[in-house]
């Protein structure tokens, strides 16, 4: 009976234990995280830099008076048609025709003395020095004569070519100083249309000249092809941003736009690094550039690494460092991951 007894105890713990191992194995089966993979391979990205601007041409020129004065008379308004020859401003002549008539009498007196030394050296009377200072005297008072008619010459502004006014910036009465910008004129038949853009530094640097674009407007109702033209080689202390422009494409899109129109642009900067572009759905805890992801190498078990976050696009992440050594990224399921799960790759 006893021995009936104990072979029953020996089965029961059988039993149990056989329980406990099969309920532990499905308990580590159980722990194992199923997950989706994406190759991973670097690439040279293309960073899409959106920014605005406004419209603009190379063949834009702001004309002022030589010389300052009171402004007799503006011929033009703003978006007025002009040109070649026609007049577009001028100064009142009054104290410039003075200075005219005071260079020319100082050239006659000059002449009149030269010609008095000239008969007294002759005569032996004056010295070879003293013809030789009013000689002197005369080229001077000439030259001053020469640059007073110059002066008289810029006292009006005409269009050196035909064109568009873009701006006013005087009035009739209005006293300017020499170089003071009076009209803004674009050239017809030569513009190339540009839009002038601002970006920051670190966009700046990563931009290089040729690099394509993308400009829309909501005047043009398509996009227009443009590539980076110029760089600024410094900040715009106005605005605090470094300039870019890009050329637009040759199209029929010339009467649609004008000067000073606003527009919005992609530039597809070309890195001169290769990065890693992954899902933003992959990121973990990301602070100030860096980020967690899961990677695997084996398939069976994920592995936590830091990454260097370089940029963020719409629905990607570009990665430049802490993938060296991966060959798999998990891209789903890894809110349940740890460093070291066990993981079961699904399609």
Request: glycine letters at 6%.
């Amino acid at each position: 009976m006893h021995r009936f007894c104990s072979l029953l105890l020996i089965s029961a713990l059988f039993a149990s234990c056989k329980n406990a191992s099969d309920q532990s194995s499905e308990g580590l089966k159980d722990d194992t995280i199923p997950v989706k993979l994406l190759a991973l391979t670097q690439q040279a990205s293309v960073q899409q830099i959106k920014t605005s601007g406004i419209f603009t041409t190379d063949n834009e020129v702001v004309v002022s008076f030589k010389n300052g004065g009171v402004v007799s008379k503006v011929y033009v308004k703003e978006g007025d048609a002009v040109n070649a020859g026609q007049l577009l401003a001028s100064l009142n002549p009054t104290e410039v025709e003075a200075n005219v008539s005071q260079a020319k009498l100082s050239a006659e007196k000059a002449k009149r003395d030269f010609e008095r030394a000239a008969a007294l050296f002759k005569d032996s009377v004056a010295t070879l020095e003293q013809l030789q200072n009013a000689e002197t005297a005369l080229r001077i008072a000439q030259e001053q004569l020469r640059a007073a008619n110059y002066n008289q010459s810029q006292t009006e502004i005409r269009a050196t070519s035909s064109g568009y006014v873009l701006k006013r910036f005087v009035n009739d009465g209005q006293v300017v100083g020499p170089g003071t910008a009076v009209l803004q004129l674009n050239r017809t038949g030569e513009s190339t249309w540009q839009l002038k853009v601002g970006v920051s530094d670190q966009q700046w640097a990563s931009i290089a000249l040729g690099d394509s674009a993308t400009v829309s407007s909501d005047v043009l109702g398509s996009k227009i092809s443009a590539l980076v033209y110029k760089k600024s080689e410094g900040i715009d202390p106005a605005s605090g941003v470094f300039t870019v422009m890009l050329k637009l494409a040759p199209g029929d899109y010339s009467k649609k736009i004008g000067t000073g129109m606003f527009a919005q642009a992609v530039i597809h900067a070309k890195q001169s690094r290769s990065y890693w572009q992954i899902p933003f759905d992959a990121l973990l805890d990301g602070d100030a550039g860096k980020a967690f992801v899961f990677v695997t190498n084996d398939k069976k078990t994920a592995k936590q690494v830091e990454v260097k976050v370089d940029a963020i696009q719409q629905h990607d992440v570009l990665i430049s460092e802490g993938l060296e050594d991966a060959q798999s990224l998990i891209i789903s399921g890894s809110a349940y991951l740890t460093d070291g799960s066990p993981i079961k790759v699904v399609e």
